[in-house]
Nanobody, 126 residues
Framework: EGQLVESGGGLVHPGGSLKLSCTASGLPFGSYDMNWVRQAPGKGSEWVSG???????YYMSSVKGRFTISIDNTKNTVYLQMINLQPEDTGMYHC????????????????????WGQGTPVTVSA
C-alpha cells in the first residue's frame, strides 16, 4: 500500500548530525501515523520515534533531546533531525506508516505497519 522513500543517511563522527527524510506516495498520508524504526547489525529492531495525526511526537528514551521528528503534510514528508549522534545510533533507519486509530501505537517489525520504506543507512564511527 503506497510507497515510502527515505534519504539523508550517511557516515558521521560521534557528535555529528544528520537529517533523514521520508517521502510518501500512493497512500492517504493525512490518515497515517508516521514512525522511524532502526535495525542495527547484530541487534533487533528498535522503534525510534513517531508522530501522530495531531502532530504529537514520541521518542525512545535514549534519543530524547537529541532527535526531533517533524512532518510537512504539504510535501507528504516526515523528517528525523538527529544531533549528537553516537555509535549506538548506527543502523538502517526505516520509515514506517500505520493508519491512524487516534493514538500512535508503536511497533518494531514491518508487518505491524501498512507502509514500510527500504531504509537509509546511518553509520556513526570515529
Amino acid at each position: 500500500e503506497g510507497q515510502l522513500v527515505e534519504s539523508g543517511g550517511g557516515l558521521v563522527h560521534p557528535g555529528g548530525s544528520l537529517k533523514l527524510s521520508c517521502t510518501a506516495s500512493g497512500l492517504p498520508f493525512g490518515s497515517y501515523d508516521m514512525n522511524w524504526v532502526r535495525q542495527a547489525p547484530g541487534k533487533g529492531s528498535e522503534w525510534v520515534s513517531g508522530i501522530d495525526r495531531r502532530a504529537e511526537t514520541y521518542y525512545m528514551s535514549s534519543v530524547k533531546g537529541r532527535f526531533t521528528i517533524s512532518i510537512d503534510n504539504t510535501k507528504n514528508t516526515v523528517y528525523l533531525q538527529m544531533i549528537n549522534l553516537q555509535p549506538e545510533d548506527t543502523g538502517m533507519y526505516h520509515c514506517a506508516g500505520r493508519r491512524s486509530i487516534g493514538t500512535l501505537v508503536a511497533g518494531t517489525v514491518q508487518s505491524w505497519y501498512h507502509a514500510w520504506g527500504q531504509g537509509t543507512p546511518v553509520t556513526v564511527s570515529a
